[in-house]
């Protein structure tokens, strides 16, 4: 298995702590956010962990790590950042956002999952937005669900029934990545203009190539979590963190 970390973004919401430090580096207690996940992937077995870099790249010291520079990252968003590393979309795979923290518990129920193509839901998640004024439910990247099929996900769906958060980690197996790096290479070919509610695809999100799948018609699956994870975008989410994960 390869884990890719998505830590090209330049984390302005931070001010700052992010002016000449990459968002992942930032410190949660007495750890970055990247030690916070390798301490938990630490419980499973992978092959290579691959972090996408963007602006202070240099401030990644870190041995046993394959770093893939994206250096086109001021032209791209998550996907086209992610993009950078298709050379390592094979096999089985995670996808993680970088700027989130979670605990065994959910990781493991995404490693146990047996799926092509899944992403990680949380159904309960309104309660992460309690007192979080920085960072509101209408910025979640929210995901609709029809007897256990994603049929949307994007932020702001006026439908809240049955509605969960997508925490920022798909799994993919070997059939999965060929599948996911093939839909991406055919649109990198043919696809003009805005992608799903991106401005082109290199500005796309992850959830825009989700949607683009769904669309196709291509499966991918609901996995529903259960755990303790944050998002870190602002200041706030950072002292949120520190309390859920002293």
């Not at 973004?9 to 430090?21: P, S």
């Not at 949660?28 to 030690?35: D, S």
């Not at 979309?89 to 146990?112: R, T």
């Not at 999965?176 to 790096?181: A, C, P």
Request: glycine residues 6%; proline residues 2%.
């Amino acid at each position: 298995m390869n884990i890719i970390v998505i830590a090209a973004g330049t984390g302005k919401r931070l001010g700052e702590k992010t002016k000449n430090l990459p968002k992942y580096l930032i410190r949660v207690n007495e750890k970055t956010i990247m030690q916070h996940q390798q301490e938990i992937f630490r419980k499973i077995q992978y092959d290579k962990f691959v972090i996408i870099t963007g602006p202070h790249k240099e401030k990644f010291t870190a041995t046993n790590v394959v770093y893939v520079e994206d250096s086109n990252y001021q032209q791209h968003d998550i996907l086209g950042s992610l993009m950078a590393a298709r050379d390592y979309i094979f096999g089985e795979v995670l996808i993680v956002y970088s700027d989130i923290i979670f605990d065994y518990a959910i990781l493991s129920k995404i490693i146990e999952s047996n799926v092509n193509m899944g992403i990680a839901i949380d159904m309960d998640w309104e309660k992460n937005y309690e007192n979080r004024t920085e960072h509101t439910t209408e910025e979640a990247e929210n995901v609709l669900l029809d007897e256990g099929k994603i049929m949307e996900i994007r932020k702001h769906i006026t439908n809240k029934n049955n509605v969960g958060e997508f925490l920022g980690i798909m799994k993919l197996s070997p059939a999965g990545s060929k599948i996911f790096v093939n839909k991406f290479l055919d649109l990198e070919k043919m696809h003009k203009g805005s992608f799903q509610d991106a401005p082109s695809l290199h500005k796309g999100y992850l959830t825009d190539i989700i949607q683009e799948l769904v669309d196709s018609k291509i499966d991918v699956k609901p996995i529903i979590v259960n755990g303790k994870w944050c998002e870190i975008d602002t200041n706030q989410d950072l002292q949120k963190a520190a309390t859920m994960f002293k």
